[in-house]
């Protein structure tokens, strides 16, 4: 009898983590992998040309849960997804990332005794106002199995008391679905079709809480974005939660007028495209942060902290604050610029890891 393996995948960051894993799982011939979809992101521009590029099939559940607060959201990933389970029950449950459906089907999981495994676990921004943060501690309090990034990763866990034998360093599984589309990525059209191939240009995404759901914040990053792009050429790949504060607020225009590029949210690839070619990027997300590092392009993250400190040691990404941003664009703008160096095990291979190690713990022989 095959093992089955449920692969959660609910929200845009989840899906270019599962997708090597997915490829890797579905060539081994003791184990039957199903994708099951919380439904958390469900635009198509935001979930439907991941699954496209990243050439995943048709999840195998999809739980529809849609947007709502934190409790309706996480809540209504338990409900749906313990019901999904006691029809497929599987043998392996892997949970991948930060956001609400990580916390709500490893609860089911653990409660239901599958084992559990959380994939990308042990990364620590220190700061409990973040969602994220509280996805991240309480994940790792309860999964059975934290495959890290990292070794700083392994290092918070072990501080916070985790038995070693519960902790394996897989590598950063991000830079696999990269690898795996190096070559569509060159070859997309994105920098073409925005006229800037050739030119130097920045690309810029926000969309945390923290900094776009009030006006008092999200002001002072659309003017310092404004005067920056007087001096290089902007993209701005909006998120649909930016989007409707930019609305909300009158703000958008703002940036129009200012020259900065608005577009609605890009593909995989036609992101990547565009990021390859970028001499700056300016973010508050957690995955452009490593992609940028591993590209050694330089990142400016619009954050007091960030749960990837190794992007700052060791690659090419500083934090940054409004009043800070202008200075550190004319730095990385500069060819000399620090452009750091790829961490350890962000090398293309942490899906293979991944399986042996599932192998392993399945007393799988190979
Ligand atoms: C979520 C994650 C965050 C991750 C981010 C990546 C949590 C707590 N947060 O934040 O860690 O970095 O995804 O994008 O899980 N919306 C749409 N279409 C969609 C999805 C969302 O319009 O396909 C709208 C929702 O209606 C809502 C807003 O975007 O107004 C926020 O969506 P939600 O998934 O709750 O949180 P994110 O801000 O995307």
Redesign the pocket.
């Known amino acids: 009898m095959k093992q089955t393996i449920h692969l959660i995948a609910a929200?845009?960051?989840n899906f270019m983590k599962i997708a090597p894993l997915y490829h890797a799982l579905a060539r081994e011939t003791w184990c039957r992998v199903a994708i099951v979809h919380t439904g958390?992101?469900?635009?198509a521009n935001?979930?439907d040309t991941f699954f496209r590029d990243l050439r995943l099939p048709d999840p195998a559940f999809h739980l529809d849960v849609g947007?709502g607060s934190?409790g309706q959201?996480t809540g209504a990933v338990m409900i749906a997804y313990e019901s999904v389970v006691e029809r497929d029950r599987p043998d392996w449950l892997v949970v991948v990332g930060?956001?609400?459906?990580t916390i709500a089907a490893a609860l089911v999981g653990v409660k239901l005794g599958i084992p559990t495994v959380h994939l990308e676990a042990g990364l620590r921004s220190r700061d409990r106002s973040m969602?994220?943060e509280i996805?991240r501690l309480a994940t790792d309090a309860i999964a059975d199995v934290l495959w890290t990034p990292s070794r700083d990763a392994d290092a918070n866990l072990l501080a916070e008391g985790v038995a070693p034998e519960r902790i394996e360093c897989i590598g950063n599984i991000m830079i696999d679905s990269y690898e795996m589309l190096r070559a569509t990525i060159e070859q997309a059209g994105t920098r073409r079709e925005l006229q800037l191939d050739g030119q130097p240009y920045g690309v810029v995404t926000l969309?945390r809480?923290s900094n776009v759901d009030t006006r008092d914040a999200l002001e002072p990053l659309v003017q310092v974005l404004a005067d920056a792009a007087q001096r290089l050429p902007l993209v701005f790949a909006v998120?649909?939660?930016t989007r409707?504060r930019l609305t909300d607020f009158a703000l958008q225009d703002r940036l129009i007028d200012a020259g900065v590029r608005l577009v609605d949210p890009l593909s995989y690839v036609q992101f990547m495209n565009l990021v390859t070619g970028a001499r700056v990027v300016i973010t508050d997300?957690?995955g452009v942060q490593e992609e940028t590092t591993y590209l050694g392009i330089p990142c400016l993250t619009l954050r007091d902290n960030t749960e990837r400190p190794i992007t700052v040691t060791e690659g090419s990404n500083r934090l940054v604050q409004p009043a800070t941003l202008g200075a550190a664009i004319d730095v990385a703008l500069q060819s000399s610029g620090r452009r750091g160096s790829r961490p350890e095990l962000w090398d293309g291979h942490a899906a293979e890891r991944a399986v042996a190690s599932l192998r392993r713990r399945a007393s799988i022989a190979t």
């Open positions: 929200a845009r960051p958390q992101h469900y635009d935001m979930s947007s934190h959201q930060d956001v609400n459906s969602p994220e996805n969309h809480p998120h649909p939660r409707k997300s957690g």
